[in-house]
Nanobody
């Protein structure tokens, strides 16, 4: 079992920025590919960004390219999602996820999930 703890969500005005963090305390963090997903009310959970175990490869959904950046610090067992130029349509609960294989864009590829952190962008 892998415990993932997200933080950094909140309320921000459109055009603002937030940085989400996801920590995996006490684990061999570098052995896991990581992903960020989000789920808005009434919608399915959708892929936002993924990063390989080493951090050398990253992937971003088209809807966030150029605005969001995923990164990781394996020494600190933490993955980040820097979100800039936020839009009201980015409002959702954001989840981090881990799997021991490769970064993927589908929910079913991930074995472990955090509890989620709310991001609300006001217009």
């Amino acid at each position: 079992q892998v415990l993932l703890v997200e933080s950094g969500g909140g309320l921000v005005q459109a055009g603002g920025s937030l940085r989400l963090s996801c920590a995996a305390p006490g684990r061999t963090f570098s052995g896991f590919a990581m992903g960020w997903f989000r789920q808005a009310p009434g919608k399915e959970r959708e892929f936002v960004a993924g990063i390989s175990r080493s951090g050398s490869s990253t992937y971003h959904a088209d809807s966030v390219k150029g605005r969001f950046t995923i990164s990781r610090d394996n020494d600190k067992n933490t993955v980040f999602l820097q979100m800039n130029s936020l839009k009201p349509e980015d409002t959702a609960v954001y989840y981090c996820a881990a799997n021991s294989r490769f970064a993927a864009s589908v929910v079913t590829a991930y074995d472990y999930w955090g509890q989620g952190t709310q991001v609300t962008v006001s217009s």
